[in-house]
């Protein structure tokens, strides 16, 4: 199948600082790349989708100016965690669908983001 | 963001007896489904998905039911492996002009060997 991957896997950081963290699509292109945040225990929660050549779209009370997204090309989408907090802290993942169908979306392995 | 329950409910089965894991999904418009499975620290993987025009489908050692009168699903696991310890979330699919989907509680599977 299918192969999106992340950078890095897991990354500490001190409270303040920003934190970039990159999903690609392998071997395909992704016009569209979704990105979810995950708590220990709980679910996958939406975070925004991803547009290449547009700005993302971000969900309900998801905050635009912290969660920076570019999707730089057809296999590049980035999420950048700015002045990050403790309470940013989480497993962070990207998906990217090989057509427009969510039947063909495929998951990355997840960054896990620890703010100290 | 969206997402549906905050604590994770856990089954605990026997190795080779049959799983049967159960979801509430919020949207009556929505019109496709995807059980996923998710082994600890890594990304969701597909297992299978059912469209709101079916009520029932089978994979290999998996079927997924639909009773949309309830909005439910349920996973059924035939034969379960200790490979198939994970958490295990259904996802609707809300067709926005694109696609989103939105993730259900999930279900923290242990199996006994």
């Known amino acids: 199948g299918a192969v999106v991957s992340q950078h890095p896997s897991w990354v500490i950081c001190k409270s303040g600082t920003s934190v970039k963290i990159e999903c690609r699509s392998l071997?395909?292109?992704?016009?569209?790349m979704f990105w979810y945040r995950q708590f220990p225990k709980q679910s996958l929660m939406l975070m925004a989708t991803s547009n290449e050549g547009s700005k993302a779209t971000y969900e309900q009370g998801v905050e635009k100016d912290k969660f920076l997204i570019n999707h730089a090309s057809l296999t590049l989408s980035t999420l950048t965690v700015t002045s990050a907090h403790p309470e940013d802290s989480s497993f962070y993942i990207c998906?990217?669908?090989?057509?427009?169908?969510?039947?063909?979306?495929?998951f990355g392995p997840g960054t896990r983001l620890t703010v100290l | 963001g969206e997402s549906v329950g905050l604590h994770l409910p856990t089954l605990s089965v026997q190795e080779g007896d049959n799983s049967i894991i159960n979801c509430a999904y919020s949207?009556?418009?929505?019109?496709?489904f995807i059980w996923y499975k998710q082994e600890s620290g890594k990304g969701p993987q597909f297992i299978i998905d059912i469209r709101s025009n079916m009520d029932k489908r089978q994979g290999q050692r998996v079927t997924v039911l639909l009773n949309k009168t309830v909005k439910h699903l349920s996973l059924q696991i035939a034969a379960t492996q200790p490979g198939d310890s994970a958490v295990y979330f259904c996802?609707?699919?809300?067709?926005?002009?694109?696609?989103?989907?939105?993730f259900g509680a999930g279900t923290r599977l242990f199996v006994k060997a």
């Open positions: 996802a609707e699919n809300k067709n926005t002009g694109g696609f989103k989907t939105i």
């Open positions: 949207n009556s418009a929505s019109d496709y």
């Open positions: 071997d395909f292109q992704a016009t569209t």
């Open positions: 998906s990217a669908p090989t057509s427009g169908r969510p039947d063909t979306q495929y």
